[in-house]
């Protein structure tokens, strides 16, 4: 008739890339000014609690009570940040040390599954004061063309859109695209206009 009783939590793990490293800000003045902006690009609303970011030397477990929802962004700083909007959550954290000769960051959820990596370069972005960012977020991080410098005038654009990605809506006129038919109307003709429209952005854009 013995028994025995114990306790015992259930943790979820994610699918890679749920949530992305999405900006690094890695060469700077001083160390307690570096930061990492992670992104939720999945449909879930995610517990940041017992994440880890780690490089090739140092792995930080996130304490963090913070409820990421989708299209939500996360900051990781070493520091208090200016100019960030209201709604975007910071965790202030002793990051690893961003190497400004390039790196490799792995992030993992509570389970210690790799969600997402990224091993940066100087070549693929990012200079003095100026961060490296992701393009696309729904591409490999692990393609160097998917990142590029910051573009934006104030060097980084932490909790905002990325200033190299591409809108939601891009629309564009393909070059010499326009036509008509018949070629060379005359008077009282009906003329068929065609043209080709380029879509460069995220979203679909349904016919009018």
């Not at 009783?5 to 994610?14: D, G, L, N, P, W």
């Not at 690893?96 to 490799?104: F, H, K, Q």
């Not at 060097?155 to 018949?182: I, K």
Request: net charge negative; charged share 25%; aromatic share 6%.
């Amino acid at each position: 008739n013995d028994s025995l009783r114990f306790s015992f939590s259930v943790q979820a793990t994610y699918t890679p890339q749920s949530i992305v490293i999405n900006e690094i800000m890695y060469d700077t003045d001083e160390k307690n000014e570096e930061w990492i902006e992670i992104y939720n690009q999945s449909d879930s609303t995610i517990h940041l609690q017992g994440w880890s970011i780690a490089d090739k030397r140092k792995t930080v477990v996130l304490d963090s009570a913070i409820l990421l929802a989708p299209g939500e962004f996360c900051l990781l700083a070493n520091d208090t940040l200016s100019n960030i909007p209201p709604q975007v959550h910071v965790l202030k954290t002793k990051l690893p040390e961003l190497n400004n000769g390039g790196d490799i960051l792995v992030l993992k959820d509570a389970v210690q599954s790799v969600i997402d990596s990224v091993e940066y370069t100087p070549a693929m972005g990012g200079d003095r004061m100026i961060s490296v960012e992701r393009i696309r977020f729904e591409d490999s991080s692990t393609d160097p063309d998917n990142w590029a410098s910051c573009a934006d005038s104030e060097g980084g654009t932490p909790g905002r859109q990325n200033s190299v990605s591409p809108t939601d809506y891009d629309a564009s006129l393909g070059e010499s695209s326009l036509n008509t038919h018949p070629h060379n109307p005359r008077e009282n003709d009906t003329i068929e206009l065609g043209m080709t429209i380029k879509n460069a952005g995220r979203q679909p854009i349904r016919e009018c």
